[in-house]
């Protein structure tokens, strides 16, 4: 049923991952995309794309500190200031500027080969389709917590919870929980809530290979990447399947409660798991 489903959202929106091969016919299936911040040149006032100025692919390595791509004075990314796009924001009705990114890098499959390449002019259409098209399905636009975690974030325009994720994600996720929201299975719900953080822009690109989650805290890295989410949905469902059958028919009964451990909830030998988290005051909300 789970990969029923998955199919079924891969045929309604598979085009969104589709990428030209270098031989300009065959398309290739895209595994993730890289994008970088764009930057304005304290000396010279020019906008310079962060990747092409302090990333070494080869040595694995970004720079703190490099030439401008313009005047090249040296300079870094905390003294530089950002670029900026102002746009209509039509899921909460009001317009929004945000730091510019833009793709930089496409790491796709074409059969069982993988094949990297700057992002052309096909892939750049592509995302302008998809930026002007209005996503067809219910998504959540809740306005962040407002408190210190939200100052760097609020200059940045990320604002509600939608603009955590690029829209072709955004787009994805839409469609298979639309899917999934009146299925009386359940067990689908929780493996797509387990997939919500791997959705986001909060995974750093790493020039040694892949990418990593950022952890305890809520911001969009300079060179965030965007993966396939068919790819991460399918990932999730192995992980849910194995922990499935390793359940067998044993029957579950959750309760969550905020209480005193001393209370003594519960019978004897009844809890199986506990899960503490500790308040972190000011810095997180």
Same mark, same amino acid.
């Given at each position: 049923e789970a990969k029923r489903i998955l199919?079924?959202?891969?045929?309604e929106c598979g085009w969104l991952y589709e990428t030209i091969h270098?031989?300009?016919?065959a398309k290739g299936r895209i595994n993730y995309t890289v994008w970088s911040?764009?930057?304005? #040149?304290?000396? #010279?006032?020019?906008e310079y794309v962060f990747w092409d100025a302090a990333v070494n692919k080869r040595e694995g390595s970004v720079k703190d500190s490099y030439p401008c791509p313009q005047c090249k004075a040296t300079i870094t990314k905390r003294e530089s200031q950002r670029a900026t796009i102002t746009f209509f924001d039509a899921a909460i009705n009001h317009e929004v500027t945000q730091a510019k990114q833009v793709p930089v890098l496409i790491d796709y499959s074409l059969g069982k080969k993988r094949f990297e390449k700057i992002p052309d002019e096909t892939d750049l259409d592509l995302m302008r389709r998809i930026e002007e098209s209005t996503i067809p399905h219910w998504f959540p636009t809740n306005r962040m917590p407002e408190g210190d975690e939200s100052r760097r974030n609020d200059k940045m325009g990320i604002t509600h919870i939608h603009h955590f994720y690029t829209k072709r994600n955004l787009w994805v996720m839409a469609v298979y929980y639309s899917k999934i929201l009146n299925n009386p299975?359940?067990?689908?719900?929780f493996g797509f809530l387990n997939t919500a953080w791997h959705?986001?822009?909060m995974r750093r690109f790493n020039p040694r290979g892949g990418d990593r989650p950022l952890s305890g805290t809520l911001y969009i890295p300079s060179l965030p990447t965007e993966g396939n989410m068919f790819d991460v949905y399918e990932h999730k469902l192995k992980q849910l399947k194995r922990f499935l059958e390793v359940r067998g028919n044993n029957t579950y009964i959750f309760f969550l409660q905020t209480a005193s451990t001393t209370m003594g909830q519960g019978e004897p030998n009844s809890i199986d798991y506990v899960f503490t988290d500790p308040p972190f005051g000011e810095n997180i909300m």
């Open positions: 199919e079924e959202a891969e045929k270098s031989d300009g016919r911040d764009v930057f304005i #040149c304290s000396y #010279c006032k020019s299975i359940t067990t689908f719900l959705a986001t822009r």
